[in-house]
């Protein structure tokens, strides 16, 4: 079988054996080294230098703006470094180096649409997180895996997720990538319809960000910011119906992305503001907050950023043949067909 062709069409499955899913990257470790010099932990230092690079093209330009490039680049530099001989230092060093970018990888395809595809990158990063032996690390990729299922239906899975990345940092200080799990148990948490448990997770996130220093964290983390927390938490108060509560996260969110001129964090938490104008039953506004949801959306190759102004379409179908639904609609049509 076509190795792309099936990873780009497998389904995303919840609760997806990791055995199976990880038999090339155990095989990759294993077997025996490929003749060569040995990897110096400059090799690696290249490698991480070429991680910011990427992640400022996902950043600003949308999962699936990069992502081949970056696919390519693994394929050719980095997994053949696992390949070789290295020193135990150089080893955990570059697992690490590889667990960031294939997390990468798969957050590209997640943004991206290609579910299947980012589920199979992400367990490969867990895997090689374990190698590094970095259990930062490796809570921050099971946050990435919670934000997957949440968004496709299982939050239960989410919630469990957030959970197992909370419990693997309880022996280091890793107060962004902890404040990220909090959230994501707030998803989750929101999509189950539990407003208790929601306003708690959001706390405990608001607390665990209080305690950031950005110059002491890892590259990874750097998008853990108030633009993407106080949207997620935006997200959260909107799903329960609490526009009263989501809408100043969103507007916090979106002044912060646009200092930042992050246009898909931007597009998103506009989505999240005219969903809560929705629900106040205030059209105007909501379609104000949705036309800056379809500017920024046009900006960034990101199926999340689509998938938003179809939620805003999909709500404001109760307006029936109103003049400003139907504004919106037609302004929406081009990028959709897209």
């Known amino acids: 079988m076509d190795r792309r062709k ?5 389904p995303f499955a919840a609760l997806a054996a990791v055995g199976p899913s990880r038999d090339w990257l155990l095989n990759t470790l294993e077997q025996m080294p490929e003749p060569g010099r040995r990897v110096r ?5 290249a490698v991480r230098n070429m991680f910011s690079t990427f992640q400022e093209m996902d950043i600003f330009q949308g999962g699936g703006s990069g992502r081949m490039a970056l696919a390519a680049y693994m394929n050719e530099h980095v997994y053949p470094l696992l390949r070789r001989t290295y020193t135990q230092e150089v080893h955990r060093a570059l697992c690490a180096a590889a667990a960031e970018q294939t997390y ?3 957050w590209m395809a997640f943004d991206n ?3 299947g ?4 990158y992400l367990i490969q990063a867990l895997r090689l997180a374990e190698e590094s032996q970095d259990p930062a690390l490796g809570a ?10 949440t968004l496709l239906g299982s939050p239960q899975e989410g919630r469990r997720l957030a959970q197992a990345g909370r419990q693997g940092l309880s022996r280091v200080n890793s107060p962004a ?19 208790a448990g929601t306003a708690h997770a959001i706390n405990e996130a608001e607390r665990a960000f209080a305690r950031v220093e950005p110059g002491r964290e890892p590259e990874w983390a750097r998008f853990i910011d108030p633009a993407y927390l106080c949207g997620e938490w935006a997200n959260a108060f909107r799903d329960l119906g609490q526009p009263e509560l989501a809408e100043p996260h969103a507007r916090r969110s979106i002044a912060h992305a646009r200092q930042q001129n992050r246009a898909r964090r931007g597009a998103l938490s506009y989505a999240a503001l005219s969903v809560t104008h929705l629900q106040r039953r205030d059209l105007d506004a909501a379609h104000a907050a949705g036309v800056r949801t379809l500017d920024l959306a046009r900006r960034v190759k990101s199926s999340r950023s689509v998938e938003a102004v179809r939620d805003v379409q999909r709500r404001m179908l109760s307006y029936g043949p109103h003049p400003l639904v139907a504004d919106f609609n037609e302004r929406a049509r081009v990028l959709l067909a897209a």
């Open 6 to 10: 099936f990873l780009t069409s497998a």
């Open 41 to 45: 932990l400059e090799d690696v230092t």
């Open 104 to 106: 990468l990888l798969g």
């Open 113 to 115: 649409g290609e579910h």
């Open 117 to 120: 595809t980012a589920q199979r």
């Open 140 to 149: 921050h990729v099971l946050a990435g895996m919670a934000d997957q299922a």
């Open 177 to 195: 990538c902890l404040a990220d799990l909090w959230t994501l148990e707030a998803r989750a948490l929101a999509v189950m319809g539990d407003k």
